[in-house]
């Protein structure tokens, strides 16, 4: 009769066995779970940076959109990704550098977010190559959310809101570093922003038209500068639509980091630390000029307040610096605008300006719905 009982418990423990595995799969493969969501790429656009590893669910993007606003990924619970990136913001903040748990103030300013999945270096200085890398950092950052990604499994298990949404999103209610990062990437690609007056005047085609202002500026944007007649922006060379496939910021190999002569000398080395490269020093990643004016302060210091400041500097030329960009008119040449040719560059920048996607309710506080 022991005996009996023995190998029933041995059966029984082997089926209970396969039955959890079953439930909790392997996060290192691809997902085979949730509805199948397929990003939508604007024409013209690049084409989108996926992983084969991490396919798109409705599921796993409303997961990544309640992480997005959840605040117990903070030390202290009293931030979340989205207090530094604000959808009316263009997913970027409202203050010159973020500021942390405890508010404490980083050195640098919080990246707008849109047309991420298009992308291919993250952070001003480029340090990670992948959204599901690039979701966890702030979370560990001392200055930013200074928490263990430990803790906040702990908290979200602790959720009731959680465990089922990581089921649906995953196929069991296991909550992971992996599975927090997936997810939060997925959300982060679906924010895609091409629906500017731009996009239905030049790149949609759609009849309407710029004002004579606009046109104006747009013709400044896209000409080489001529020193003689003062004419000529140089701006296409790092925001244009041809140049970056309608991205109007970072694209390519050339592309992805410049230094633009903001300062003479930097304390904030920008990509040079990360490649340790002298020649690197003082460039940063080209921010995209889409929804430039609801995105200031600018730079990565956020040292320019506003759109006028920003066309100012532009015309100033920037500072002398051995890394600076050619494309600029460094201190003593600079571009020598009229008050009229700012005032049209202006009016062009605000084109840039995707009404649609700074209210879109697909992208706003779950948590508050």
């Keep these: 009769m022991?005996?009996?009982?023995?190998?029933?418990?041995?059966i029984t423990g082997a089926v209970l066995m396969v039955s959890r595995c079953k439930d909790d799969p392997d996060t290192s493969g691809p997902i085979s779970y949730g509805t199948p969501y397929t990003l939508q790429v604007p024409s013209g656009f690049p084409q989108a940076n996926t992983p084969a590893d991490n396919p798109m669910t409705v599921e796993g993007i409303r997961l990544g959109r309640f992480l997005f606003y959840e605040k117990a990924l903070s030390d202290d619970q009293s931030i979340s990704c989205a207090s530094c990136h604000m959808q009316e913001r263009?997913?970027?903040?409202?203050?010159?550098?973020?500021?942390?748990t405890r508010g404490i103030f980083g050195r640098r300013k919080a990246m707008p977010l849109f047309n991420l999945a298009f992308h291919d270096n993250f952070f001003w200085d480029g340090r990670v190559v992948t959204l599901e890398e690039q979701s966890l950092h702030p979370i560990r950052d001392s200055i930013e959310m200074d928490n263990d990604l430990s803790t906040v499994i702990q908290r979200l298990s602790a959720n009731p809101l959680?465990?089922?949404?990581?089921?649906?999103?995953?196929?069991s209610e296991k909550i992971t570093e992996d599975r927090i990062a997936r997810s939060i990437a997925q959300f982060e690609r679906t924010l895609i922003s091409a629906n500017s007056k731009f996009d239905r005047v030049i790149r949609l085609k759609t009849g309407e038209t710029f004002t004579a202002l606009e046109q104006r500026g747009y013709d400044l944007f896209t000409s080489d500068f001529d020193p003689s007649g003062g004419f000529g922006g140089d701006c296409f060379h790092c925001h244009?639509?041809?140049?970056?496939?309608?991205l109007f910021g970072a694209f390519g190999r050339d592309l992805q980091f410049v230094n633009n002569g903001l300062k003479a000398v930097y304390t904030d080395e920008g990509r040079a630390e990360v490649t340790g490269d002298p020649a690197d020093v003082g460039k940063f990643k080209v921010p995209s000029v889409r929804n430039v004016e609801f995105s200031f302060p600018y730079m990565h210091d956020g040292s320019i307040p506003n759109l006028d400041s920003l066309i100012g500097f532009y015309n100033f030329g920037g500072h002398?610096?051995?890394?600076?960009?050619?494309?600029?008119?460094?201190?003593g040449i600079g571009r020598n605008w009229s008050l009229g040719q700012k005032q049209a560059l202006a009016a062009f920048l605000r084109t840039l300006t995707d009404y649609e996607f700074l209210e879109d309710t697909a992208f706003s506080n779950p948590h508050v719905q």
């Design 320 to 331: 002398k610096h051995v890394n600076i960009d050619p494309n600029m008119k460094a201190a």
């Design 240 to 246: 244009g639509e041809r140049e970056t496939r309608y």
């Design 2 to 10: 022991n005996r009996k009982w023995f190998t029933l418990a041995l």
């Design 162 to 171: 959680y465990p089922p949404m990581f089921k649906a999103a995953f196929g």
């Design 90 to 100: 263009a997913f970027t903040d409202a203050t010159p550098t973020s500021v942390g």
